[in-house]
């Protein structure tokens, strides 16, 4: 007789929506070698959806009254040109960054937005594909919210660092920025002993400062969404308590109400976190462009 499907507990089924799909089992905490499969696809296909998103607006845009699509673009186009033209005073490299800002926001947005599908909604429908390909659809594993993996959020974080760096050097010249790399924040000192002490000092404070922005650039937009994406997590277990009890009668409005009212709130998150990541992005920018 065959034995009856295990069904798993609280702990197994957060640690089983947790796990990504990856090329090869990960092994250490940081393993440069693990490829996200699940992240990948995801953000890049929302990224291509971003990409014709806009461009639609843009084909679709007329000069008289616009509808409500148009409308809904035109007023993001003027949120993140009013941001881009109070953090970069370069009208040049507005041209570039303000239409970067815009993208950067609805990407973000469609990806932290992928927290509103009910939890088990893809992975379950991955699990039977993975199952009919004659795998065990136990091992189906599958994250679909790209900003919940660090290595997504890093890996942006990291994109706007060499976005600094080009600009740095393009705005100031590569011996105007070595020359603020060494002179600031302590400034520098006609003694030749105390030049060199300032500017060693300078330069770690500077790669401490790079370096602090850009982990906390990425870690902040992934900390919200880790741990919406673990509510919603908490909440479906509530449900699914809910249909396995007889006497639990308030468990099933618990997990209504409860959902209802994080759904709310998670949308407002998704949205400020996408506008606050955008909103750093301009800042670290504009601060390429200014001298110290």
Request: hydrophobic fraction near 60%; charge should be neutral; charged fraction near 5%.
């Given at each position: 007789m065959a034995a009856e499907a295990h069904a798993p507990t609280a702990s197994e089924y957060i640690v089983h929506h947790l796990q990504h799909l990856q090329n090869v089992k990960q092994t250490k905490i940081v393993d440069f070698s693990v490829i996200n499969y699940d992240s990948v696809i995801v953000g890049l296909?929302?990224?291509?959806?971003?990409?014709?998103i806009l461009w639609s607006a843009a084909r679709k845009a007329t000069s008289g009254v616009p509808g409500r699509f148009q409308a809904a673009v035109e007023?993001?186009?003027?949120?993140?040109?009013?941001?881009?033209?109070?953090?970069?005073?370069?009208a040049e490299s507005r041209k570039f960054i303000a239409?970067?800002?815009?993208t950067v926001f609805v990407w973000i947005f469609l990806m932290n937005f992928m927290d509103m599908l009910p939890v088990d909604l893809l992975p379950s429908i991955w699990a039977k594909i993975y199952g009919a390909a004659g795998h065990d659809p136990h091992d189906a594993y599958l994250r679909v919210v790209p900003t919940a993996d660090?290595?997504?959020?890093?890996?942006?974080?990291?994109?706007?660092?060499?976005?600094?760096?080009?600009?740095?050097v393009k705005i100031k010249g590569a011996g105007g920025w070595a020359h603020e790399l060494v002179s600031a924040p302590f400034g520098t000192s006609k003694n030749p002993i105390f030049a060199l002490i300032l500017?060693?000092?300078?330069?770690l404070m500077q790669i401490i400062e790079y370096v602090a922005?850009?982990?906390?650039?990425?870690?902040?937009?992934?900390?919200?969404?880790?741990?919406?994406?673990?509510?919603?997590?908490?909440?479906?277990l509530m449900g699914g308590a809910a249909a396995l009890s007889l006497s639990g009668v308030l468990l099933p409005v618990g997990h209504v109400i409860a959902g209802?009212?994080?759904?709310?709130?998670?949308?407002?998150?998704?949205?400020?976190?996408?506008?606050?990541?955008?909103?750093?992005a301009l800042i670290y920018l504009g601060q390429a462009h200014n001298a110290h």
């Open positions: 296909f929302l990224g291509v959806l971003t990409v014709l007023m993001l186009v003027e949120m993140v040109d009013n941001q881009a033209k109070a953090n970069i005073p370069s239409p970067l800002g815009l660090l290595s997504t959020t890093l890996g942006l974080a990291f994109a706007v660092l060499l976005l600094r760096f080009w600009y740095s500017g060693v000092v300078n330069l922005n850009t982990v906390s650039h990425g870690m902040r937009l992934f900390g919200n969404m880790y741990a919406g994406e673990l509510v919603f997590m908490l909440i479906a209802t009212i994080w759904t709310l709130f998670h949308i407002l998150v998704i949205t400020l976190q996408a506008f606050i990541f955008m909103m750093l």
